[in-house]
T-cell receptor
Framework: GAVVSQHPSWVICKSGTSVKIECRSL??????MFWYRQFPKQSLMLMAT?????????EQGVEKDKFLINHASLTLSTLTVTSAHPEDSSFYIC????????????FGNGTRLTVT | GESVGLHLPTLSVQEGDNSIINCAYS??????FIWYKQESGKGPQFIID?????DKRQGQRVTVLLNKTVKHLSLQIAATQPGDSAVYFC???????????FGTGTRLKVLA
């Protein structure tokens, strides 16, 4: 149980274009989803917390207009990287929570974004 | 600021030996901790968790120890296998939120 599916697993796009990444909880309802960014050989950096039906909460230093998050249902959250630049190239990972404290996060398999 | 860190960035262990991966945390109010395993190109995979009212918890071939006095967490893997090779992260649950702070990670290399 507790499967999180992330799509696409990798994407290559040109500078200036936008890319949408989907995160779905397949067998549970995720009231809260989290989006992380991970650089090579580094830890996960929390970008934002996404709650179903409300605006996402962004971490300090993360541009909300750059990284658009939508959590339209209890099983789907999307991250759109707008006007992508090469420095946005990274590994983006989503995770989902059933929404209670002291419960583990369940992670998707990540999306490798390369901006050329 | 608040942080969760690891002592050893890389740990090499002979196949069949036991592995111990350490983690230090700084927020004494944190009450929930998780160990994750991340293989190359994949998302983190849950291994084991522990709440602050416990000091030890065992799973299949893994044991997590929590020392709240010195704010230290460790993951022990018994009879380490090649499939255990990965990066291991500890995560600290921020009390009162659903957020987790991840440590810097330790790469475990299993030598044949």
């Amino acid at each position: 149980g507790a499967v999180v599916s992330q799509h696409p697993s990798w994407v290559i796009c040109k500078s200036g274009t936008s890319v949408k990444i989907e995160c779905r909880s397949l067998d549970f309802q995720a009231t809260t989803m989290f989006w992380y960014r991970q650089f090579p050989k580094q830890s996960l950096m929390l970008m934002a917390t996404s709650n179903e039906g409300s605006k996402a909460t962004y971490e300090q230093g993360v541009e909300k207009d750059k990284f658009l998050i939508n959590h339209a249902s209890l099983t789907l959250s999307t991250l759109t990287v707008t006007s992508a630049h090469p420095e946005d190239s990274s590994f983006y990972i989503c995770s989902a929570s059933v929404g209670t404290e002291n419960s583990p996060l369940h992670f998707g398999n990540g999306t490798r974004l390369t901006v050329t | 600021g608040e942080s969760v860190g690891l002592h050893l960035p890389t740990l090499s262990v002979q196949e069949g030996d036991n592995s111990i991966i350490n983690c230090a945390y700084s927020n004494s109010a944190s009450d929930y901790f998780i160990w994750y395993k991340q293989e190359s190109g994949k998302g983190p995979q849950f291994i084991i968790d522990i709440r602050s009212n416990m000091d030890k918890r065992q799973g299949q071939r893994v044991t997590v120890l929590l020392n709240k006095t010195v704010k230290h967490l460790s993951l022990q893997i018994a009879a380490t296998q090649p499939g255990d090779s990965a990066v291991y992260f500890c995560a600290e649950g921020v009390s009162g939120t659903y957020k987790y702070i991840f440590g810097t990670g330790t790469r475990l290399k299993v030598l044949a």
